[in-house]
T-cell receptor, first 119, second 115 residues
Framework: AQTVTQSQPEMSVQEAETVTLSCTYD???????LFWYKQPPSRQMILVIR??????QNATENRFSVNFQKAAKSFSLKISDSQLGDAAMYFC????????????????FGKGTKLSVKP | GAGVSQSPSNKVTEKGKDVELRCDPI?????LYWYRQRLGQGLEFLIY????????KSGLPSDRFSAERTGESVSTLTIQRTQQEDSAVYLC?????????????FGPGTRLTVL
C-alpha cells in the first residue's frame, strides 16, 4: 500500500521570504501522480500544484514549485515571496493510475503541515 | 456558483443517532469521492462512485457507514448509530472522470460532532 509522510507538523515563514514544505512517499509503482493541496480555515481543499511521475521536469505554478526526486521518493513544495494569504494547512497527496489493478483514483494524503506567515 | 456544495455545513448529534450528509457535485462530473478528515489528520478515502458502476466501498470504516448516489448527481453519506469517534469533517469531491489527470474538486465539507 502507498503511504505519504509529512514530517513537519508546523512551519513558519516571514512575509516575502521563501519556505519549503517536505513530503516523502512510499510506493512500488513506477508511474503515479503527486499533488499539493492547500486547505485554508474555510476547509475548502484547493489544488496548488500537480506532478506526473513520468515527467522529470519539476512542476511550477507562479510562486509555487516542487522539487521532485523520484529515486528518493521525495516531493517538496517551495513557496516563494510568501504572502499572508498563503497561511493554511498544506497536504501532500499521491494518486495511483487507473491501469493499476484495484485503483479507484482516490487520493492518499499525508497528515499535513500548518503554514503560518508572519507580517 | 458551479462548485461542489455540501450540506449541512455543521452537524451536532447525540451518540446513537443517525445522520445524513449531502453532496452536490459539479454538473457533468461522473466521479464522486467521499473522504473523512479527523482533527489534525489528513483525509481518508471512504467511498467512490463512477457513473452507473457499482461503488467502491473499500474505505468505509464499518457497516454503520453507507452512501448512495442518484445517477451522476447528488450523493448522500449516512452514518447510523453514530459514535464519538465519527466526529470529523466529511469532504466530498467530484471530477470529470477517474483518470489521474482529472482534477478532483472539493466541497467545503460537513463538520460532524457527536456528543
Amino acid at each position: 500500500a502507498q503511504t505519504v509522510t509529512q514530517s513537519q507538523p508546523e512551519m513558519s515563514v516571514q512575509e516575502a521570504e521563501t519556505v519549503t514544505l517536505s513530503c516523502t512517499y512510499d510506493t512500488s509503482e513506477s508511474d503515479y501522480y503527486l499533488f499539493w493541496y492547500k486547505q485554508p480555515p474555510s476547509r475548502q481543499m484547493i489544488l496548488v500544484i500537480r506532478q506526473e511521475a513520468y515527467k522529470q521536469q519539476n512542476a511550477t505554478e507562479n510562486r509555487f514549485s516542487v522539487n521532485f526526486q523520484k529515486a528518493a521518493k521525495s516531493f517538496s513544495l517551495k513557496i516563494s515571496d510568501s504572502q499572508l494569504g498563503d497561511a493554511a494547512m498544506y497536504f501532500c497527496a499521491y494518486r495511483r493510475l487507473m491501469n493499476y489493478g484495484g485503483s479507484q483514483g482516490n487520493l492518499i494524503f499525508g497528515k499535513g503541515t500548518k503554514l503560518s506567515v508572519k507580517p | 456558483g458551479a462548485g461542489v456544495s455540501q450540506s449541512p455545513s455543521n452537524k451536532v448529534t447525540e451518540k446513537g443517532k443517525d445522520v445524513e450528509l449531502r453532496c452536490d457535485p459539479i454538473s457533468g462530473h461522473t466521479a464522486l469521492y467521499w473522504y473523512r478528515q479527523r482533527l489534525g489528520q489528513g483525509l481518508e478515502f471512504l467511498i467512490y462512485f463512477q457513473g452507473n458502476s457499482a461503488p467502491d466501498k473499500s474505505g468505509l470504516p464499518s457497516d454503520r457507514f453507507s452512501a448512495e448516489r442518484t445517477g451522476e448527481s447528488v450523493s448522500t453519506l449516512t452514518i447510523q448509530r453514530t459514535q464519538q469517534e465519527d466526529s470529523a469533517v466529511y469532504l466530498c469531491a467530484s471530477s470529470l472522470g477517474v483518470l489521474a489527470v482529472n482534477e478532483q474538486f472539493f466541497g467545503p465539507g460537513t463538520r460532524l460532532t457527536v456528543l
